[in-house]
């Protein structure tokens, strides 16, 4: 079974795949190459390519059995609409990058997917599921309980410390100029991670049968 993850960070979401299926080959593209590192170590048997993974998606979506993309979210995100003003900030055309993917998956893909964002200022497009903190664009239906473990934000001292500890990362050796703790807050939960792949994988499984009872 072959899985694109776009965006991948450090796998935040991909974690626990393969206590669901063993022989996948996972592509995670990420663009930060100190993530990216951190990313291989984590998962030392995918494949991880330093790229725009807009424009990856673009053009090998075709390749794959199952997607998952999490397209950055700060545009799109009600702490930015509510800090224009308070902190003097101008307003920014969201990124609709997001929506571009949808579109494509939803129209040309022809396996499974997953796109993954906050919960927008804005009402938001295309019919999302949401669960918990964040919105979910598939393809196929979520159950009801993704067993998504909330992490409580402290905004203390020790806040990357029990961010480490709640997702089982380890940010000490970043290099890259992205904010440790920022990575850490956008991490997908790997139990809803690990329920969304359980339910993809059962409906492809389900097809995969009655392709064999056909022919």
């Not at 030392?44 to 993974?53: C, E, G, L, Q, Y």
């Not at 920014?92 to 129209?107: G, H, K, V």
């Amino acid at each position: 079974m072959k899985i694109l993850n776009l965006y991948a960070c450090l796998g935040g979401n991909r974690y626990k795949w393969n206590e669901v299926k063993e022989d996948i080959e996972v592509t995670a593209v990420e663009w930060d190459e100190e993530l990216a590192k951190l990313y291989q170590e984590r998962f030392p048997n995918d494949t991880v390519i330093v790229a725009d993974a807009h424009q990856y998606l673009l053009d090998h979506y075709k390749e794959f059995d199952f997607i998952w993309s999490s397209p950055p979210c700060p545009t799109h995100s009600r702490a930015r609409y509510w800090a224009i003003g308070a902190n003097g900030k101008n307003p920014t055309y969201p990124n609709m990058n997001l929506y571009s993917e949808i579109l494509l998956l939803d129209y040309h893909f022809k396996g499974k997917y997953v796109v993954e964002n906050v919960i927008p200022y804005y009402q938001p497009m295309l019919n999302p599921k949401k669960r918990g903190r964040h919105l979910y664009w598939t393809n196929f239906n979520l159950p009801s309980n993704l067993r998504d473990r909330r992490f409580k934000i402290s905004q203390t001292k020790n806040e990357l410390q029990e961010l480490c500890k709640f997702h089982e990362i380890d940010l000490s050796t970043y290099k890259g100029e992205q904010s440790k703790v920022k990575i850490g807050r956008n991490l997908v939960d790997y139990d809803a991670g690990k329920t969304i792949f359980e339910t993809a994988l059962g409906i492809i499984r389900k097809q995969d049968v009655k392709q064999t009872e056909l022919f």
